[in-house]
């Protein structure tokens, strides 16, 4: 027997007269979760009230949406959004995503995108005719260092237009910045109050990002790495994003992605939206993969969230099922608000 799902409808945009409410299980990110929860968010899209249903009343004239689970929409922090619709990302569950990766004037405009709220690192550093300029980034996704002193200068330029810098150390895409030049994107960056997240999947790529002082890895490393090199990840506080499900075939991403928990690093959710087989929106297999790592299905969802904090913008989601037992729930969402943009299922 074969079992055809239905169509779900879509999600409409709702007009916010005076703010809505969302009620059911509240998963508050931040470790709080309550049973019967509710959040109030005003006309503005500001989260003004969050606790139990017996403590937070649904205020006059603003919209209810009851769903089995309410909580914080994913943050996907790799993401190239030429290969991606910013309308399809919202309408499964992602809120909020950096795109790392995009010829500037694109990051530019959709930096002013009110829903999903997007971060931009612009064109990806890289040698002259280096990764990705010869292969699927060749129409301008790639800018050229090729001496100290000209990377800081880019640098400089690119860091008042951009929330993060990407530099690349791709060896199988050509030529790759040296020691001396990744060291001096890192130092022109912090010192222009911008951080650094690198493309290197082999051991020496990722000792020469360290070596440089990135912030960063953007994805988990594909060749296995070893202990020193997990622990040194771990002792200088960098940040490692998964992109698990995009590398998985034929690498030891799982088994790194293992060891970076153990090792207490910071893996955080991310997709490589654009890379073969993603979709725009959440990926429920990325965050089975990351459960698989050690996290569990509740740190997974903590690595693809921020917590729902009253006085901030609203990026929420209503689930119909608790999505840490059935993670495809995020494929349709009941309603998401980003802001003051709700989009509900009716
Ligand atoms: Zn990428």
Same mark, same amino acid.
């Given at each position: 027997?074969? *079992?055809?799902?239905?169509?779900?409808?879509?999600?409409?945009?709702?007009? *916010?007269?005076?703010?809505?409410?969302?009620?059911?299980?509240?998963?508050?990110?931040?470790?709080?979760?309550?049973?019967?929860? $509710? #959040?109030?968010?005003?006309?503005?899209?500001? #989260?003004?009230?969050?606790?139990?249903?017996?403590?937070?009343?649904?205020?006059?004239?603003?919209?209810?949406?009851?769903?089995?689970?309410?909580?914080?929409?994913?943050? +996907?922090?790799?993401?190239? *959004? @030429?290969?991606?619709?910013?309308?399809?990302?919202?309408?499964?569950?992602?809120?909020?995503?950096?795109?790392?990766?995009?010829?500037?004037? @694109?990051?530019?405009?959709?930096?002013?995108?009110?829903?999903?709220?997007?971060?931009?690192?612009?064109?990806?550093?890289?040698?002259?005719?280096?990764?990705?300029?010869?292969?699927?980034?060749? +129409?301008?996704?790639?800018?050229?260092?090729? !001496?100290?002193?000209?990377?800081?200068?880019? =640098?400089?330029?690119?860091?008042?237009? #951009?929330?993060?810098?990407?530099?690349? *150390?791709?060896?199988?895409?050509?030529?790759?910045?040296?020691?001396?030049?990744?060291?001096?994107?890192?130092?022109?960056?912090?010192?222009?109050?911008?951080?650094?997240?690198?493309?290197?999947?082999?051991?020496?790529?990722?000792?020469?990002?360290?070596?440089?002082?990135?912030? /960063?890895?953007? %994805?988990?490393?594909? &060749?296995?790495?070893?202990?020193?090199?997990?622990? $040194?990840?771990?002792? /200088?506080?960098?940040?490692?994003?998964?992109?698990? %499900?995009?590398?998985?075939?034929?690498?030891?991403?799982?088994?790194?992605?293992? @060891?970076?928990?153990?090792?207490?690093?910071?893996?955080?959710?991310?997709?490589?939206?654009?890379?073969?087989?993603?979709?725009?929106?959440?990926?429920?297999? &990325?965050? !089975?993969?990351?459960?698989?790592?050690?996290?569990?299905?509740?740190? @997974?969802? $903590?690595?693809?969230?921020?917590? =729902?904090?009253?006085?901030?913008?609203?990026?929420?989601?209503?689930?119909? /099922?608790?999505?840490? /037992?059935?993670? $495809?729930?995020?494929?349709?969402?009941?309603?998401?608000?980003?802001?003051?943009?709700?989009?509900?299922?009716?």
């Amino acid at each position: 027997m074969r *079992l055809i799902r239905q169509r779900a409808p879509e999600l409409t945009q709702q007009t *916010l007269g005076a703010g809505a409410a969302f009620t059911g299980r509240l998963w508050c990110g931040d470790g709080r979760e309550l049973e019967h929860g $509710r #959040v109030v968010v005003d006309d503005n899209g500001i #989260v003004v009230a969050l606790g139990d249903v017996d403590d937070v009343a649904v205020p006059f004239g603003a919209l209810e949406i009851e769903s089995a689970w309410i909580g914080p929409g994913l943050v +996907d922090a790799h993401v190239h *959004l @030429a290969f991606g619709s910013p309308a399809d990302i919202v309408a499964r569950g992602v809120v909020a995503v950096r795109d790392l990766g995009a010829p500037p004037q @694109a990051a530019m405009t959709w930096r002013e995108l009110s829903a999903p709220h997007v971060e931009v690192a612009g064109p990806l550093l890289t040698a002259p005719g280096g990764y990705p300029s010869q292969s699927w980034g060749r +129409d301008g996704f790639a800018a050229y260092v090729d !001496d100290v002193e000209q990377a800081k200068q880019l =640098v400089q330029g690119l860091a008042a237009q #951009v929330d993060v810098i990407k530099l690349a *150390l791709e060896p199988n895409g050509g030529p790759v910045p040296s020691p001396g030049i990744a060291a001096a994107i890192v130092e022109s960056a912090h010192a222009a109050g911008r951080e650094v997240t690198c493309h290197a999947l082999t051991v020496a790529m990722v000792e020469r990002a360290l070596d440089a002082g990135v912030d /960063e890895l953007a %994805h988990t490393p594909l &060749e296995r790495l070893p202990t020193a090199v997990v622990d $040194r990840i771990a002792v /200088e506080g960098v940040r490692v994003i998964s992109t698990l %499900h995009t590398h998985l075939r034929g690498s030891d991403v799982l088994a790194n992605a293992a @060891a970076l928990v153990a090792a207490g690093v910071a893996v955080r959710y991310g997709t490589d939206l654009g890379n073969a087989g993603t979709k725009p929106g959440a990926d429920p297999r &990325e965050l !089975d993969l990351l459960a698989r790592t050690g996290l569990g299905s509740e740190g @997974a969802l $903590r690595a693809a969230t921020e917590p =729902v904090r009253p006085g901030a913008a609203a990026g929420l989601v209503a689930l119909l /099922e608790d999505p840490r /037992e059935q993670s $495809r729930t995020w494929l349709w969402p009941r309603a998401v608000m980003v802001g003051p943009m709700l989009l509900l299922r009716v």
